[in-house]
């Protein structure tokens, strides 16, 4: 499935706010370049996170409230004032193709969710409100592939191999609910490529192959490979003569291999045989989807993303005008808090002939300039001076200004 639209009421920081995502079976007029791409900016606390949040308990539908996941500090609080009574999430999203199971209602259309979140004494509880459950029954089977998704927070911790416990993850929770648990657990850990890709390699020899393709082409030229080998279990990569296992790469490595290869291995999951795992259809949420991620490889992350699995939905967060600059206005989302709360809206601002010192000065970041602060206050005194006619302060402002040492 993917998402449609999805409103916020007294959810967190939002007092109330609605927002639209692009995905690949959305109909407009002007369809962006990368129609599955929907990036999150915005300052500190406007709300990015919680709206991955809101899309991920929506998605769960009326298992939301069986799913383990344990509500903390949902419900909007403002300081001097009582409580909200609860919060309430509202979603729309259209099944695709993949969701179509034997027993779903052909004539629908589209699937709505509604979510409210209940203050109970000190604690809060998730409460599913709407009416019509009959469409969401394919969610209670962790066999169907129907209902994909995925959510990993900022904080996505690789699990050791040797400390998997995988009865442990089944009794806490049910399969969908654990594919979004680190947006809202950190110390929940990702699946490690070693713990379950030695199976398809030995089993499923195509399936590896599929698996090792998609993650030599989403790391790119120039960059380290998967290898077929093995060093105590875990896998290695190459770099020209360089042979690294994967606990030895640099944290940017393993901060994106981390989450791809725990999403790969829920494609693998879901995805029958018969069916390429590019092919593979849902929405995947990425909080801080760059990090660690040098700004050279960010340039490309998106596009990246898109091309070599288009048929996911992305919603991604990020503070990288690098990111910005690789979109059109279509696929970026604004969160922006004011006295009210915070509120999310559509950028519509052409970015797509900008560099990143022009996208940090647009509505989208608000700088006014890009220097350091002390830089900024020195050239304003040498501009005052120079207006006076003090040929020095001129002289010292066109060096600060080229750069050049005076």
Known sequence: MYIDSITLKDFRTFRRSSIDFVHPYIN???????????????????????????????????????????????????????????????????????????????????????????????????????????????????????????????????????NVDSAGRRTTSFIRARRVMNLFEETYSLLPLSHWLPQYQVEFPERFEEVKGLINRLLGRGRYRLTESRDR?????????????????????????????????HVCRTCPIDRPLDRNSGIVMVDEVDLHIHPGWQRDLLPKLARCLPTVQFIVTSHSPLLVGSLQWHNVIIARRNRSGSVLNRVEVDISKLDADQILLTELFGLSSTRSSNQTRRIRKLLRSTRTGDTVSARDLMAELSGLDT
């Not at 279990?233 to 042979?243: A, K, L, M, T, V």
């Open 28 to 162: 407009t007029a002007e369809p962006p370049r990368l129609p599955n791409i929907n990036l999150v900016i915005g300052g500190n606390g406007s709300g990015k996170t919680t709206l991955l949040k809101g899309v991920a308990l929506a998605a769960l539908g009326p298992a939301v409230a069986e799913s383990g996941i344990f509500p903390y500090h949902l419900i909007r609080r403002i300081h001097g004032y009582p409580v909200e009574t609860g919060a309430q999430i509202s979603a729309i999203f259209t099944p695709n193709t993949q969701d179509r199971t034997e027993n779903f209602p052909a004539h629908i259309s589209r699937v709505e969710s509604q979510v409210c979140i209940e203050q109970v004494g000190d604690l809060e509880r998730l409460k599913w409100t709407h009416m019509d459950e009959k469409p969401w029954h394919p969610i209670y089977s962790e066999s169907s592939d129907a209902f994909f998704f995925v959510g990993y927070g900022a904080n996505r911790r690789v699990e050791n191999t040797r």
């Open 233 to 265: 279990d875990e896998y290695i990569f190459q770099h020209g003569r360089s042979f690294v296992p994967f606990p030895a790469l640099s944290d940017g490595y393993r901060a994106f291999l981390g989450w791809i290869g725990d999403l790969l291995y």
